[in-house]
Structures are given as structure tokens and as C-alpha cells.
């Protein structure tokens, strides 16, 4: 029954998280570089990955309810894999992401990519309560990034005016 509230909150959580068609921006008034400074190339590599991240993470809670967890290994080793850093980017490219996105974009980027690796790594040994729990974990990454990058895509994200409420 511990499995019931997690599989709820999952459920409400995941197709939230990552409801755009692709991100266009990832920039804040504080770091206005950013994905808007990319090169237009660039950006729609980009814009591609997230659409496939998205892809895969609505996709992996119809499996993880279902059992099937081998098919979740494979979705998230793609997820893992599909780093745009690790892509075939000319070394100018490379240097032009590396001066132009914020290096806590990177780093939260770095953070989800991972987390994909380890959800494979305990689907592939049906470790049901730790998939859950990185299924979790990356669902916060995806919220921690667009809360910061990408408030402009996703204005719920954006932090409210702290005000007097009863």
C-alpha cells in the first residue's frame, strides 16, 4: 500500500513537469545569455533534446505502473544518452554552449542525465522502490531547471511575490 502515494503523486506530477513542445529559452532577467544567446542551430538541437526528454518521461510511469521495467531501462538509457553536450557538435559549438549557457544550467542539466543513467541502471535490476525514486528525482530536476531557466515557457514555475496571506 506504501506504493499507492507514490504512484498518485507521480501520476499528477510527471505530465506537469515538462509540458512545453520544446524550450526556446532557458534565460532569466539575471542570466540573460543564456539559451537565448545560442546560435539559432544550437537552439533547436536543444529544443529537440528537451522534446525527447519530455517524450520519455510521460512515457516511463505507463511502464512503471505496468511492471516493465526493461522497457524503462531502455527509455532511460536514451534519456541518459542523449546528452547535447555529448552530440556531434563541431568544437566551436562546443565552445559556444560552454561561454553561453549558465554553468548552473550545465550543472542541473549534468544532474538530470545522470539521474536517467541511475533509473536505468535499477530498472534493469527491477529495483521497484528505487526506480520510483529516481523516477522522483529527475521529475524535481526538470522543475529545479525550468523554475530557474525557463519561467518564461513555464510562467507557473516562476517564484510568486511574497506577500501577507491568511
Known sequence: MKKLPQLFYLALIIPGICLGQG?????????PAGVTGLSPE????L???MQQLQKGMTG?????????????AVIA??????????????EKQMHELHTKLPAGFIELDQRFHYLAGMLEHVAERQKVE???FYMSEMGEACVS????YATQRFPALAPKAQGHEH
Not at 524550450?23 to 542570466?31: D, G, L, P, Q, W
Not at 516511463?60 to 524503462?72: D, F, H, M, N, T
Not at 538509457?77 to 563541431?90: A, N, R, T
Open 47 to 49: 529544443s529537440s533534446e
Open 145 to 148: 531547471c525550468h523554475t530557474k
Open 42 to 45: 544550437l537552439r533547436t538541437l
Open 77 to 90: 538509457g536514451k534519456m541518459e544518452s542523449s546528452y547535447v553536450l555529448k552530440q556531434q557538435l563541431s
Open 130 to 132: 528505487l526506480i520510483g
Open 23 to 31: 524550450h526556446e529559452s532557458h534565460s532569466t532577467s539575471e542570466e
Open 60 to 72: 516511463i510511469l505507463p511502464l512503471y505502473v505496468s511492471g516493465q521495467w526493461a522497457e524503462i
